[in-house]
């Protein structure tokens, strides 16, 4: 049972750098989530989509984009990496409205 | 906006002692409900769940929450804590059925 798999588990970006956390699950699942989490501030929405061909921006969108071309990919996209954006990242899946969510292992990214 | 809070950041208990941690959310409508547990450079993992019906939920691990509308509240209890009950809990309430929103954790600490 995959779940919700994210690639890398680590990584050390240079500023000005972009690079695409990966996110994939097998469950068929209509909705997934871009979170980042950093120290005392809980999880954070940065993208969503509801379906494929569908995405939005949730409340930290600023520097990342999406993109949902398939049910089972929900790449982010960082363009021109900052400090800001050192954090962990976490791809979530659910399957419809009222259900619970799904969790990737997280990708602990570094901008220096 | 919806929002979510944990009033403790920090809780330190002893090994068998019960344990309370409380989440108070703002939302407009009958929400559903969830606490999550996450184990240190793990991702989170759903703990139990309310939709609707009984306010007395259980859920995975010995854990049990209470939902109170009239304080609206949504707290997570245990009545005896284990060493390997130390990580960190987030409460989470569903964004009208299009994403997740999270409050802040607390983080829980054993003590021998």
């Known amino acids: 049972n995959a779940g919700v798999t994210q690639t890398p588990k680590f990584r050390i970006l240079k500023i000005g750098q972009s690079m695409t956390l990966q996110c994939a699950q097998d469950m068929n699942h209509n909705y997934m989530y871009w979170y980042r989490q950093d120290p005392g501030m809980g999880l954070k929405l940065i993208y969503y989509?509801?379906?494929?061909?569908?995405?939005d921006k949730g409340e930290v969108p600023n520097g990342y984009n999406v993109s949902r071309s398939t049910t089972e990919d929900f790449p982010l996209r960082l363009e021109l990496a900052a400090p800001s954006q050192t954090s962990v990242y976490f791809c979530a899946s659910s399957y419809k409205t009222g259900t619970e969510a799904f969790f990737g292992q997280g990708t602990r990214l570094t901008v220096v | 906006a919806q929002s979510v809070t944990q009033p403790d950041i920090h809780i330190t208990v002893s090994e068998g002692a019960s344990l309370e941690l409380r989440c108070n959310y703002s939302y407009g409508a009958t929400p559903y409900l969830f606490w999550y547990v996450q184990s240190p450079g793990q991702g989170l993992q759903l703990l139990l769940k309310y939709f609707s019906g009984d306010t007395l939920v259980q859920g995975i691990k010995g854990f049990e929450a209470e939902f109170k509308r009239s304080q609206s509240s949504f707290n997570l209890r245990k009545p005896s804590v284990h060493w390997s009950d130390a990580a960190e809990y987030f409460c989470?309430?569903?964004?009208?059925?299009?994403?997740?929103?999270f409050g802040p954790g607390t983080r829980l600490s054993v003590l021998p």
């Open positions: 989470a309430v569903d964004n009208y059925g299009q994403n997740f929103v």
């Open positions: 989509s509801v379906g494929a061909g569908i995405t």
